[in-house]
Structure formats: structure tokens, C-alpha cells
């Protein structure tokens, strides 16, 4: 399955915008709740602002809403940042680490955030779990588990080390452009004659009338 995929969309890549790490992990923080594009609409002047962790050390974090304050929880994404810099500033140089126990340890940074930033670093294998990935493995049969934690360990179990970056991209893309929450394109999924569709048809069935 992860094979067609690859083969479909050659191009899966994450769409936030960075240049070094530390705009990664901004961005990554900034997108929970949030889209990539609108993520990617405020970045730049607040990269501008803040061009790296030291800049982010000095603030606080009201300096950060005028940039961010059209994405949710703003206020919550300003704290974190700030105190995530702040630790990276006194106990990584400024950089950010490339060890994911190292990387949870940042405050508001997750499993989830620590599993984006380290893969796309090229500093780790993870796979990480949003719920576009969680969804697509659900309908896939890969696991029942909703719990992110639990899928991410499954997907690890099924797949080698080397697969799990690009099995992540992979499931996001799908899930944004075929295996939508609602709706799903299982007319033109690469994947239909595999897939079991878990819980797709009772879902459609709901939607149709009479």
C-alpha cells in the first residue's frame, strides 16, 4: 500500500515553509489546530522578527501574538515557543536537538511535534500520528486504536525503520486528497482494491436519503 503511494504522489512533501531548524520546529508548533497554509500566510514576518532562538529567548510571548493571533490558540503556541527557545537557548547552543527524549522535553512540544521535527531534520526515524494518518489507518485495517501513541506503535510494528518518514507524508497526503474525513474518494484511491474501507460505508450509507 505504502508502495502505490509512493508511485501516486512522487511529490509528498510537508507543505510548511522553513529554512533552518528552528523555523521547523515554529512552524510545527504553530500548525496544530491550524492549517499549513494559513501557518505558512503569518510565518514569514514572524521569522523576520524572530530570525532564531535567541531572538525567541529575549520575548515574550505577547510580542508573538500581532504575527500568530489569526491562528487558534495563539496564545497557548506564543508561551510554548518562547519556553521551547528559552530551553533550546540554554541547553542545546540554540540549536534544536536532534534526539526525540531531548525533544519532548521542550516545553509544548509532543510526541507528535518531536516525531515531525526529527524526520524532517533527516535526525530519526518516527511516525508521527495527526488525524489525518490516525483516520487513513483506521480505514486501512492497520489498527482499531485512536489513541495516537498506540497507532504510531502499530504503523512502527508493520513497517521498516527506513519507511516510517515517508509512510507518514504518504498517509497525510492521502488523507488530505482522497481519504477525507467526509466524502472520500474511494472512487479514485489507488488503493481501493486493498482497502476495507472501515467504517466508509456505514458512514455513507448515513448521508444518503430515504
Known amino acids: 500500500m505504502v508502495d502505490r503511494l509512493d508511485r501516486e504522489m512522487p511529490e509528498a512533501q510537508i507543505a510548511l515553509e522553513f529554512q533552518d531548524d528552528v523555523q521547523l520546529l515554529v512552524s510545527v508548533i504553530l500548525s496544530a489546530q491550524s492549517t499549513d497554509a494559513r501557518v505558512n500566510m503569518v510565518s514569514p514576518a514572524l521569522f523576520a522578527r524572530f530570525p532564531d532562538a535567541v531572538a525567541y529567548a529575549a520575548a515574550q510571548p505577547d510580542e508573538l501574538w500581532t504575527y500568530i493571533r489569526t491562528l487558534g490558540l495563539f496564545r497557548a503556541k506564543a508561551k510554548s515557543i518562547v519556553g521551547a527557545m528559552r530551553a533550546i537557548v540554554a541547553e542545546h547552543g540554540g540549536r534544536v536537538p536532534r534526539d526525540r527524549v531531548a525533544l519532548e522535553a521542550l516545553p509544548g512540544v509532543g510526541r507528535k511535534t518531536a516525531g515531525v521535527v526529527l524526520i524532517h531534520?533527516?535526525?530519526?526515524?518516527?511516525?508521527?500520528?495527526?488525524?489525518?494518518?490516525?483516520?487513513?489507518?483506521?480505514?486501512?485495517?492497520?489498527?482499531?486504536?485512536?489513541?495516537?501513541?498506540?497507532?504510531?506503535?502499530?504503523?512502527?510494528?508493520?513497517?521498516?525503520?527506513?519507511?516510517?518518514?515517508?509512510?507518514?507524508?504518504?498517509?497525510?497526503?492521502?488523507?488530505?486528497?482522497?481519504?477525507?474525513?467526509?466524502?472520500?474518494?474511494?472512487?479514485?484511491?489507488?488503493?481501493?482494491?486493498?482497502?476495507?474501507?472501515?467504517?466508509?460505508?456505514?458512514?455513507?450509507?448515513?448521508?444518503?436519503?430515504?
Open 121 to 210: 531534520l533527516g535526525a530519526g526515524e518516527a511516525f508521527p500520528v495527526d488525524t489525518h494518518v490516525g483516520r487513513v489507518a483506521r480505514r486501512l485495517g492497520f489498527t482499531r486504536e485512536r489513541d495516537p501513541d498506540r497507532v504510531e506503535e502499530r504503523l512502527t510494528r508493520l513497517l521498516p525503520r527506513e519507511s516510517w518518514g515517508r509512510g507518514h507524508q504518504l498517509l497525510v497526503w492521502h488523507g488530505r486528497r482522497v481519504c477525507t474525513a467526509r466524502n472520500p474518494g474511494c472512487e479514485r484511491c489507488v488503493l481501493a482494491d486493498l482497502c476495507p474501507r472501515i467504517a466508509v460505508e456505514s458512514r455513507r450509507s448515513l448521508r444518503e436519503p430515504g
